[in-house]
């Protein structure tokens, strides 16, 4: 079965400072998928990355950098120099192998607030 | 915008009733896969369809049902609503061609607020 579990429920931040979101993931496959997703305020969920599990190269893209470490299953997200607009429920998901197919499984979210 | 369209944005229906929620996919995608987010069980997958045919079935309940027609857009239909199935309710579409779809980022609509009362 996978699993994936974001510990931290509700961050909470000053505009510019810089915030990490934990995700820790459980799968028995050696092949799978990690995304992050955003669901701002007005409800839709933003897909933000796609990782695949032979892909250890962490990556940057502007304000946001993520940080795959396949030791000890965990896919993290930063945000360098928060904005107001970076609030929203932050979402991490496992998409792994058998018949499991389209399957995403998702965290419980992080809710992220970025005070002026 | 995702390119992936759901309607209504919002639905609010009583207890025993039936409602329909319709999802287009993106243009091309041939895969649909259906979540249901409520605040107690979070995003949960409830079922995927490739091309026409079912693939995949999750958490869904036997009175929740869905098909996918040859013009590619997808209905859920539920059915003796009850107040714990009010939720958001969200639509993704994802394109290749093998069905796997486990290489595929799932792209989502803007989902369907149902609300019972």
């Known amino acids: 079965a996978q699993k994936v579990t974001q510990a931290q429920t509700e961050i909470s931040v000053v505009e510019k400072e810089d915030v990490t979101l934990d995700c820790v993931y459980e799968?028995?496959?050696?092949?799978?998928?990690l995304f992050w997703y955003k669901q701002p305020p007005s409800g839709e969920l933003v897909f933000l990355i796609r990782?695949?599990?032979?892909?250890?190269q962490n990556e940057i893209s502007g304000r946001y950098s993520w940080n795959f470490q396949k030791s000890t299953s965990s896919f993290n997200f930063t945000i360098t120099a928060s904005q107001v607009v970076d609030s929203a429920v932050y979402f991490c998901?496992?998409?792994?192998?058998?018949?499991?197919?389209?399957?995403?499984?998702f965290g419980q979210g992080t809710i992220l607030t970025v005070h002026p | 915008d995702s390119g992936v369209t759901q309607t209504p944005k919002h639905l609010i229906t009583a207890t025993g009733q039936r409602v329909t929620l319709r999802c287009s996919p993106r243009?091309?995608?041939?895969?649909v896969y259906w979540y249901q987010q409520s605040l107690d069980q979070g995003l949960q997958f409830l079922i995927q369809?490739?091309?026409?045919?079912?693939?995949a079935k999750g958490n869904i309940l036997e009175r929740f049902s869905a098909q996918q027609f040859p013009d590619l857009h997808s209905e859920l239909n539920l059915s003796s609503l009850e107040l714990g199935d009010s939720a958001l309710y969200f639509c993704?579409?994802?394109?290749?061609?093998?069905?796997?779809?486990?290489?595929?980022?799932?792209?989502f609509g803007p989902g369907t607020r149902l609300t019972v009362l």
């Open positions: 993704a579409s994802s394109g290749g061609t093998s069905g796997s779809s486990r290489t595929d980022t799932q792209y």
């Open positions: 799968t028995r496959d050696t092949t799978y998928y």
């Open positions: 990782r695949n599990s032979f892909d250890e």
């Open positions: 998901a496992l998409n792994a192998g058998g018949t499991s197919y389209g399957k995403l499984t």
């Open positions: 243009s091309g995608d041939l895969s």
């Open positions: 369809y490739y091309n026409g045919e079912e693939r």
